[in-house]
């Protein structure tokens, strides 16, 4: 019986949910053993591609989910893309129970004419191109524009401009890629435009004090109608950036330079709102507005995928039907963090979400709803892998990875120099 063996556990996905997961089943059961399947060669997901580079306290959770990896109760394959590389009923098969906990890995689309012009690029790729994530590495935006407009309001938003607008020198001890230092050092960028199609009451930036909402709409309020100080007003006028907030607005179109080879502006429709609090929709007033700008950065949410044929998905809310993380209609099959809950939320609701799912799934171990007698785990995997020509990396091999970006950062004074190509890693790694 699973009293026998100890519990074989997998959880798909290395971001907070997936570590979170691991860090409350290994603590909560003494014997459970858990598999973490990452398809990139590194762990920590939005840790390390999503938060930006000038907020490192952030990352200081990536200490406690070495922990986790240290266990030896708990392993790292890195490099083993699931729904492709192994399907998720061959995990069920091999292991106890399977947790999803796989993110968001696609952005919404805007699904306005001119979208595909040069100029356009989701703030994902954006940022995945500052965080140094290998597929968006090439991404090279042409900063080469006086103006910028930033399409959402959240916190992604405020991060995009932020990188924007900040000195390059102030980024340059942060984690930030060398290349994207590069490019950001050229930009002639002097003002970034964030668009949103509600008003000032609606925006869904996030904020670290009590009674956000109140706190955010007198902070609002304050900037936007009393007349700076002195010193204020001498720092704005010598100011060679500016940004600003424009409400009620929606994106109709990305207007092409006269060439019509790339972005030279968006069209704007005028909304106002209907409804009332949360539920207010924007609904357009028929007027619209032209904005130039060279450069279009979508923030409109981040969006999570369908896995795997066997895996029920909402593909309307973007998420995996669940109920407390136990998938719909799929015992023994769980999901924690954006799959389960939606593109929103910070490291420390991803964490309370996950802990709810490893709870649920140990509820369920002791209730005896888990298959019963031992299951081969990560060795049953493994061949199924080699046999795939497929080469996982282990938590060993980040460590090695992670030494050799320290190391690489220390001369310029920075916390490490990411790796961006994985052939680069593979060969670091002597394969
Ligand atoms: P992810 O972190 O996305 O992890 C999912 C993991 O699954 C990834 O490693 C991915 O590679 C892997 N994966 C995907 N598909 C597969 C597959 N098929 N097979 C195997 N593995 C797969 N929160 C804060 O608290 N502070 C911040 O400053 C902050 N900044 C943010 C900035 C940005 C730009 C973004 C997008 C988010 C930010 N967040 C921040 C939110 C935080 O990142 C999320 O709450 C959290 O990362 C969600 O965790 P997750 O594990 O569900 O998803």
Redesign the pocket.
Known sequence: STQEQPPQICV???????FYTAQHLLKHHPRAHVDI????LVPF???RF???PD?PE?KNVINTFTQTARSGRCAFHGN????RDVAVPELQAAYHAVVL?????DHQALEIPGEELPGVFSARAF?GWYNGLPENRELAPDLSCDTAVILGQG??AL?VARILLTPPEYLEKTDITEAALGVLRQSRVKTVWIVGRRGPLQVAFTIKVPRPRKRLTELLLRTATERPGAEEAARQASASRTWGLRFFRSPQQVLPSPDGRRAAGIRLAVTRLEGVGEAARAVPTGDSEDLPCGLVLSSVG?KSRP?DPSVPFDSKRGVIPNMEGRVIDVPGLYCS???KRGPT??????MTDSFLTGQMLLQDLKAGLLPLGPRPGYAAIEALLSSRGVRPVSFSDWEKLDAEEVSRGKGAGKPREKLLDPQEMLRLLGR
């Open positions: 798909v996905g290395s971001g907070p949910a997936g399947y990452e398809k990139q997901g939005l840790v999503g938060v930006a907020h952030v083993v893309v699931v729904g906990s796989y993110g968001a890995e940022v916190n992604v991060d981040y896995i963090g954006w799959v939320g910070v490291i420390a609701t991803t």
